[in-house]
Structure formats: structure tokens, C-alpha cells
């Protein structure tokens, strides 16, 4: 669990500094690390999508959060 925490912020610290600075995402996940998604909550037609990091951050661009 304590492994998922930091991987969690890792990558919100990746994400806001790509925000500040305007530029694209630069997140190196761990090497034990098999594969990260991102379960997003339903969107209008009702499906949940699963992303990768990069996928993610553009998630978010596009909302401007």
C-alpha cells in the first residue's frame, strides 16, 4: 500500500510541475511497476475508461483542472 501512495504522489508532483511549466508530463515509473491505469469516472454515455499516465494528464488539460 505504501508503495501505491508514493506512486500516487509521484506522479501528482509530475503533473502539477508539467502544468506549471506548460510542458507535457515526465513521470518513470518504478521498475517493479508492470503496468499504471487510471479508472476515470463515467463520462456522459456512461462508460469508464481506463488510462495510462500521459492519457491522463491530457484528461486533465482538456477539463483545465
Do not use: H
Not at 508514493?6 to 506548460?22: D, E
Amino acid at each position: 500500500m505504501n508503495g501505491q501512495m508514493y506512486q500516487i504522489a509521484c506522479i501528482v508532483a509530475a503533473a502539477r510541475k508539467a502544468l506549471k511549466s506548460g510542458k507535457e508530463i515526465c513521470y518513470k515509473p518504478e521498475k517493479y511497476t508492470n503496468k499504471l491505469s487510471f479508472q476515470i469516472l463515467p463520462s456522459e454515455n456512461g462508460e469508464a475508461t481506463e488510462l495510462s499516465v500521459s492519457d491522463w494528464f491530457e484528461n486533465l488539460k482538456e477539463k483545465k483542472v
